[in-house]
Nanobody, 121 residues
Framework: QVQLVESGGGLVQPGGSLRLSCTAS????????MGWYRQAPGMRRDMVAV???????QYADSVKGRFTISRDNAENTVHLQMSSLEPGDTAVYSC???????????????WGPGTQVTVSS
């Protein structure tokens, strides 16, 4: 069973920066895509950024130019560098990792517990 541990959330003032990290462990097969979603109170969970094992990235329009996703494949770790934070970025941020075995068409997504990010003065 893949387990994910997140770190780096907290309270930051508007215009500030935070860096979230998430490490996956316990995988039997390769970790392919990793990424971050977020959910504000009363809202649905939305994709923030994803990164493939080869490094290709995708961002939500609302964070383009402000957030940067990166990963360390050797450590099964994904980072989310968040800059120019706005109150609208306040949410619980959850990371995910997909475990894959292409030989058997096995693909499963695992989620971290989430970390709170609050942007407020």
């Amino acid at each position: 069973q893949v387990q994910l541990v997140e770190s780096g959330g907290g309270l930051v003032q508007p215009g500030g920066s935070l860096r979230l990290s998430c490490t996956a462990s316990g995988n039997r097969f390769v970790i392919s895509a990793m990424g971050w979603y977020r959910q504000a109170p009363g809202m649905r969970r939305d994709m923030v950024a994803v990164i493939a094992s080869g490094g290709r990235t995708q961002y939500a329009d609302s964070v383009k130019g402000r957030f940067t996703i990166s990963r360390d494949n050797a450590e099964n770790t994904v980072h989310l560098q968040m800059s120019s934070l706005e109150p609208g970025d306040t949410a619980v941020y959850s990371c995910y990792a997909e475990e894959e075995n292409s030989s058997t068409y096995y693909l499963k997504r695992f989620w971290g517990p989430g970390t709170q990010v609050t942007v407020s003065s």
